[in-house]
């Protein structure tokens, strides 16, 4: 499998790319990645150095990459954080370019927006954008409970409402949901939820809450899970494994006392993750 991840970089720390590239490589995707930033390390620090890259440079690499004729292996197109308008146009241009090769390959978007806690940290454009253009393209998307209810308007709180913005979701174009930080009222105290939603059902995994903020780990969890399942077609086992490898890297970054992601560390948990969740299906 050959993933064309289109995502930011930064040298200190996991978020993007820095945050990706390493979990898919351990589980023996071929990854491709160009870089949207290069930053010192991620925006939450408050203080950062290094460049935004132009959309212009950005479309040369992928470019140069079409010229090497690799688009008809691509198999999937992976997008996150969009730091300025103009990248969104190019990854939708990446996407047009890689499906001409390969009609068989998926794009995959995450579509960062914001979060329950802190709300929408991006230009305020972005989120607009995201929903009136890049969802509508994208086979899969990653968002969290907060950002599925900006794309669709809604509230999602218990479980009943989250299926309905998934399935509004799905009707602007995405077959394939990934819903992340699921909280829903009668849920067991101290534990966080992860639903997946396919034309061939729902499920949903519960994992014990790590109390942290984790930069990066969203990051993680969009690559894992397009991955086994752009390879299985199996919505329910791409979401047990990539809840299985993610709650054990949260645990194990926790335990260190790190901000940043134990990433390397925590390599065995991708590819071979304890599958210590079940997964529930709803639907």
Same mark, same amino acid.
């Given at each position: 499998m050959k993933v064309l991840s289109i995502q930011s970089?930064?040298?200190?720390?996991? !978020?993007?790319? +820095?945050?990706?590239?390493?979990?898919? #490589?351990?589980? %023996?995707?071929?990854?491709?990645?160009?870089?949207? !930033?290069?930053? +010192?390390?991620?925006?939450?620090?408050? #203080?950062?150095? %290094?460049?935004l890259i132009s959309p212009d440079d950005v479309r040369d690499v992928i470019t140069g990459i079409e010229e090497r004729g690799v688009l008809p292996q691509i198999d999937v197109v992976l997008s996150g954080y969009q730091g300025g308008e103009g990248i969104a146009d190019v990854v939708l241009d990446a996407v047009a370019r890689v499906k001409a090769a390969n009609p068989d390959a998926v794009y995959a978007c995450d579509p960062v927006m914001g979060n329950a806690v802190s709300g929408c940290f991006v230009a305020p454009a972005i989120p607009v954008l995201l929903r009136d253009r890049v969802v509508p393209a994208a086979d899969i998307i990653t968002p969290n409970q907060?950002?599925?209810?900006?794309?669709?308007?809604?509230?999602?709180?218990?479980?009943?409402?989250?299926?309905?913005?998934?399935?509004?979701?799905?009707?602007?174009g995405p077959r394939t949901v990934l819903v992340t930080s699921v909280e829903r009222p009668d849920r067991p105290e101290g534990t966080i939820e992860m639903l997946a939603v396919t034309d061939?059902?729902?499920?949903?995994?519960?994992?014990?809450?790590?109390?942290?903020?984790?930069?990066?780990s969203g990051d993680v969890t969009a690559a894992l899970f397009t991955a086994h399942l752009t390879r299985t077609g199996d919505?329910?086992?791409?979401?047990?494994?990539?809840t299985s490898s993610v709650f054990d890297l949260l645990e194990?970054?926790?335990?260190?006392?790190?901000?940043?992601?134990?990433?390397?560390?925590?390599?065995?948990?991708?590819?071979?993750?304890r599958m210590q969740f079940a997964v529930t299906r709803v639907r």
């Amino acid at each position: 499998m050959k993933v064309l991840s289109i995502q930011s970089a930064v040298a200190y720390g996991h !978020v993007g790319n +820095s945050a990706a590239v390493f979990p898919l #490589q351990r589980i %023996g995707v071929e990854v491709l990645p160009v870089y949207t !930033v290069n930053f +010192s390390n991620h925006t939450g620090y408050g #203080q950062w150095r %290094g460049p935004l890259i132009s959309p212009d440079d950005v479309r040369d690499v992928i470019t140069g990459i079409e010229e090497r004729g690799v688009l008809p292996q691509i198999d999937v197109v992976l997008s996150g954080y969009q730091g300025g308008e103009g990248i969104a146009d190019v990854v939708l241009d990446a996407v047009a370019r890689v499906k001409a090769a390969n009609p068989d390959a998926v794009y995959a978007c995450d579509p960062v927006m914001g979060n329950a806690v802190s709300g929408c940290f991006v230009a305020p454009a972005i989120p607009v954008l995201l929903r009136d253009r890049v969802v509508p393209a994208a086979d899969i998307i990653t968002p969290n409970q907060f950002e599925l209810g900006f794309l669709t308007g809604t509230k999602p709180a218990d479980l009943d409402s989250t299926l309905e913005a998934v399935d509004a979701a799905r009707v602007m174009g995405p077959r394939t949901v990934l819903v992340t930080s699921v909280e829903r009222p009668d849920r067991p105290e101290g534990t966080i939820e992860m639903l997946a939603v396919t034309d061939d059902g729902a499920w949903i995994a519960q994992t014990p809450r790590i109390p942290m903020k984790a930069n990066g780990s969203g990051d993680v969890t969009a690559a894992l899970f397009t991955a086994h399942l752009t390879r299985t077609g199996d919505a329910a086992d791409a979401l047990a494994r990539t809840t299985s490898s993610v709650f054990d890297l949260l645990e194990r970054t926790h335990d260190s006392g790190a901000r940043e992601l134990a990433l390397v560390e925590s390599q065995e948990s991708y590819a071979s993750p304890r599958m210590q969740f079940a997964v529930t299906r709803v639907r």
